[in-house]
């Protein structure tokens, strides 16, 4: 189902956010403010909501914003998505007509349905999906304002805006037209390209290519977390050559994951045997066209062009 609104309101829920974790239990949108009468904001007296607002808040401009805040909490009709954040990942939710007042004096709208984390694809929307512009919001130094609403339904419905599809669309084809290189690379090619795979993502050698086991091509380290991979490389492959490597790999000791790496085009057949025990215990298969899309994104493209001429 697509989420559709009008308009893209965010929300800080308390002074420094420390109602928010309430909130999203609750359900709930709330507002400070208890200087001001909730009668005078549920009628649309805005003169008189302006004249209660804090003297040290009472400059003209800031006196307008606070009030701005305020009638937008009031009045955002049910097709505004509201959105806060929390727990490293952006919330949303659209909010029931009518604001009541607590005791405390904090104004308070139901939303229609609680708070939500997750996408359409039911995937959340943590941070680190986002980008910086929309995490910015959470720098504002007031309680409500505006948000360019498009982007945040891209994110929500899982729709790629036009130039974030093209560019989708132009890596696609740069692995596609990259694919064939690969499965016509000479075998050394091959090892040294996966070295530089690995190595752009940051693993360090540990061991010679050939040098440091009879059955793998790397031993490689990562010098963050301390985990140990080892890679074999084999130019021509088959199912059954997988089968035996990943055999091996179970009797080895001291890594925590096996890569093997081949040009031959035995992914579909290796996809379908992924659900069994080799792939449970550790070991990754790579085809010509993970390969390929590794290449693409270490930056590597240039230097696969430069073996095919």
């Known amino acids: 189902m697509s989420i559709e609104a009008e308009r893209c309101l965010f929300i800080r829920l308390g002074r420094c956010g420390e109602r928010t974790a309430q909130c999203i239990v609750a359900g709930e949108l709330r507002l400070d403010y208890p200087q001001v009468s909730h009668e005078f904001a549920r009628d649309g007296r805005w003169t008189q909501v302006d004249s209660q607002i804090a003297p040290s808040d009472r400059d003209r401009a800031a006196s307008e914003r606070h009030t701005k805040q305020i009638r937008a909490f009031y009045e955002a009709s049910a097709s505004t998505l509201w959105i806060t954040f929390h727990a490293d990942c952006m919330w949303w939710s659209f909010a029931a007509p009518g604001v009541s007042q607590r005791a405390d004096g904090t104004k308070v709208r139901a939303t229609?349905?609680?708070?939500?984390?997750?996408?359409?694809?039911?995937?959340?929307?943590?941070?680190?999906?986002?980008?910086?512009?929309?995490?910015?919001?959470?720098?504002?130094?007031?309680?409500?304002?505006?948000?360019?609403?498009?982007?945040?339904?891209?994110?929500?419905?899982?729709?790629?805006?036009?130039?974030?599809?093209?560019?989708?669309?132009?890596?696609?084809?740069?692995?596609?037209?990259?694919q064939p290189i690969v499965e016509r690379l000479h075998p050394r090619d091959l090892e040294v390209l996966a070295d530089l795979i690995f190595r752009n993502a940051g693993w360090q050698r540990v061991g010679v290519l050939d040098e440091t086991e009879t059955d793998i091509d790397l031993a490689?380290?990562?010098?963050?977390?301390?985990?140990?991979?080892?890679?074999?490389?084999?130019?021509?492959?088959?199912?059954?050559?997988?089968?035996?490597?990943?055999?091996?790999?179970?009797?080895?000791?001291?890594?925590?994951?096996?890569?093997?790496?081949?040009?031959?085009?035995?992914?579909?057949?290796?996809?379908?045997?992924?659900?069994?025990?080799?792939?449970?215990?550790?070991?990754?298969?790579?085809?010509?066209?993970?390969?390929?899309?590794?290449?693409?994104?270490?930056?590597?493209?240039q230097w696969l062009i430069d073996k095919a001429t």
């Open 220 to 301: 490689l380290e990562s010098a963050v977390t301390g985990e140990r991979i080892a890679v074999e490389v084999k130019a021509d492959a088959t199912v059954e050559d997988y089968r035996d490597y990943a055999a091996r790999y179970r009797s080895m000791v001291g890594f925590d994951r096996f890569y093997f790496v081949t040009r031959s085009l035995i992914d579909t057949e290796v996809a379908q045997e992924s659900v069994g025990a080799a792939s449970t215990a550790g070991v990754i298969f790579w085809g010509s066209r993970s390969i390929a899309q590794r290449a693409a994104q270490s930056g590597l493209a």
């Open 112 to 178: 229609t349905d609680g708070w939500h984390q997750y996408d359409v694809r039911n995937q959340p929307l943590t941070a680190a999906r986002l980008r910086g512009g929309l995490l910015a919001v959470q720098a504002f130094r007031g309680t409500i304002c505006a948000v360019e609403p498009s982007y945040v339904l891209h994110e929500i419905n899982c729709v790629d805006a036009p130039r974030v599809a093209a560019a989708d669309h132009a890596l696609r084809a740069l692995i596609d037209s990259l």
